[in-house]
Nanobody
């Protein structure tokens, strides 16, 4: 069993920054790729960013590339999402997830077997 707990969400204005954190417990954190997804009201959950188990490879959705940065600290069992130049379109509940495999970097919801409870990010215009 894996427990994931996100933090760092909040209400900000357009152009502001936030850093989300996701603390993991329950299995060896460094064994699995991690991802961030988000879900806005009335929309499906969508991919935001993913990172390899070692942290050397990262993928981003086109809508956040250049503004968001995913990173991980395996010594602290934590994955981060630094979000800069936030826009109202970034408003959503953000979820971190742990992949079901031990290699690769994944954009797809089905690749992840454990999810956090989510943290709300609201960007006002």
């Amino acid at each position: 069993q894996v427990q994931l707990s996100e933090s760092g969400g909040g209400l900000v204005q357009t152009g502001d920054s936030l850093r989300l954190s996701c603390a993991a417990s329950g299995r060896t954190f460094s064994s699995n790729p991690m991802g961030w997804f988000r879900q806005a009201p009335g929309k499906e959950r969508e991919f935001v960013a993913a990172i390899s188990r070692s942290g050397d490879i990262a993928y981003y959705a086109g809508s956040v590339k250049g503004r968001f940065t995913i990173s991980r600290d395996n010594a602290k069992n934590t994955v981060y999402l630094q979000m800069n130049s936030l826009e109202p379109e970034d408003t959503a509940v953000y979820y971190c997830a742990s992949a079901a495999t031990y290699s690769g970097v994944y954009r797809y919801v089905n690749a992840y077997d454990y999810w956090g409870q989510g943290t709300q990010v609201t960007v006002s215009s």
